[in-house]
């Protein structure tokens, strides 16, 4: 079953419930969830779930211990756990061996890792909360491959549905205002309420976004990096390695490359969060000044950047608040820039919600509002559509463009195609900590 909905339907709150994970203080409750016939809370042995963010539930240093995790706490015997590990992690497309250590993946890489540990459980229902959307396209095609072989009944969530379509037997769309709007096959509901479906920021299957090209050529480089270099202690490779690049006023930079390629690692350089082992990054607010060795305060001004997993950079229990904190710290007047953001980001109905509360899409887009809330000149954004609906993803594009136009330097690391043939002026493609392709 394909479960759909726009962002804060409520998809990932029902797959909490199904797997009986909704916490009794998490909110007013009404009606039930039974699973085989018993409150969710009793058959938890019965199901498997995989979450939005892997590393919530990555909980071993080894990627081999974490598969086995699960297995020792129900008591498999020793002999059988390996096995049951090797064919989960093969099962998956896992690329290493059992010994890789679980901090040294990529976020594409750890939700194989996460799913792996569900399914070696061999769980009667499946609970999947975009199990695919940090994945490169070849990672994601093994990834559904490996689901089309799932015995369990399996009730999936997923924005971009084109792919996962045969899979399903079945359509639930829930309503942003609470119940169910559609419910049936898929060739049904999309031919009855695929116009209605798009129209509420559903992803349907056949809707190709407008591009949003730049309206003029781009102008003199904010950020140049030359023979960019960053070792890991203990590696036995670099996690990047002598990569050039740079990235000019009025456009939009795309990094693209397999998961583990090391693109997440370029955006944390050329964004001034991490010292590069060799090669430098010389931005043109400060020529003389590495932006690593930037204060605080003067790098959130100059370069705004929004991490792959949105919730590593919340620091306060307030919606309004964290997009307050960025102004407050250089020196600006936070209201009419919270009071601007709120509503363009669609977030004003949750100006008083605690950020680690809402679902991934939304979080997503507070993420992007706190980094554009200092007025950076360049943007650093790791996946910044992921987990949104149609409407919210086509606003975010929108709003790139018009940042991107006024003169702002973006730079976008994505496996999401319609955001590179939408929005990108010019990409960059990293292979093994690499440039694969020339800049253009």
């Known amino acids: 079953m394909l479960l759909l909905g726009p962002s804060g339907a409520g998809k990932s709150t029902l797959l909490a419930a199904l797997a009986g994970l909704l916490a009794q203080d998490s909110g007013e409750q009404e009606g039930h969830v039974t699973v085989d016939g018993q409150d969710a809370r009793r058959t938890r042995d019965r199901v498997g779930i995989v979450f939005q963010d892997p590393q919530s539930q990555l909980v071993m240093a080894r990627a081999g211990d974490d598969v086995a995790f699960g297995l020792e706490n129900r008591g498999v015997p020793t002999t059988d756990i390996w096995p049951r590990v090797d064919a989960a992690l093969d099962r998956v497309g896992f690329p290493y061996s059992r010994d890789r250590r679980t901090d040294a993946l990529s976020g594409g890489e750890q939700q194989r890792l ?138 939009v930079l795309t990094v693209l490359g397999a998961n583990g390629s090391g693109k997440s690692t370029l955006a944390l350089l050329l964004g001034g969060l991490l010292r590069p082992s060799a090669g430098r990054v010389t931005a043109r607010a400060d020529p003389a000044v590495p932006p690593h060795r930037w204060r605080a305060a003067t790098l959130a001004s100059r370069i705004g950047s929004v991490f792959q997993n949105p919730e590593h950079q919340f620091v306060t229990n307030r919606v309004r608040d964290e997009l307050a904190l960025g102004p407050l710290r250089v020196g600006l007047d936070p209201a009419p820039i919270v009071d601007e953001l709120l509503p363009r980001l669609r977030l004003d109905r949750l100006a008083a919600a605690n950020p680690y509360t809402l679902s991934g899409g939304e979080q997503r887009r507070l993420s992007v509002a706190t980094a554009l809330a200092t007025a950076p000149d360049l943007l650093i954004l790791d996946e910044p559509t992921f987990g949104q609906d149609l409407r919210t993803w086509r606003e975010l594009v929108d709003l790139l463009a018009g940042l991107r136009d006024s003169g702002c330097g973006i730079v976008a690391v994505t496996h999401d195609a319609d955001l590179v043939d939408a929005l990108g002026d010019r990409r960059v493609t990293l292979a093994d900590g690499r440039m694969a392709v020339p800049v253009p």
Request: proline fraction near 9%; glycine fraction near 10%; charged fraction near 25%.
């Open 114 to 251: 996460a799913l792996a540990g569900v399914l070696a459980l061999n769980p009667g229902l499946l609970l999947l909360d975009e199990p695919t959307a940090n994945l490169d396209p070849a990672g994601a095609a093994q990834v559904r491959e490996a689901l089309k072989a799932v015995d369990p009944t399996m009730i999936l969530v997923e924005h971009r549905v084109a792919d996962v379509i045969p899979l399903v037997d079945r359509v639930v769309v829930l309503s942003p205002g609470g119940g169910v709007a559609a419910d049936g096959v898929p060739e049904k509901i999309f031919a009855e309420h695929g116009a209605a479906l798009a129209d509420q920021g559903v992803w349907i299957p056949g809707v190709v976004p407008a591009e949003r090209r730049a309206r003029r050529a781009a102008g003199a480089p904010l950020l140049h990096a030359e023979r960019l270099t960053l070792r890991h202690p203990g590696a036995t490779r670099p996690a990047l390695s002598e990569v050039d690049t740079e990235v000019r006023e009025g456009e």
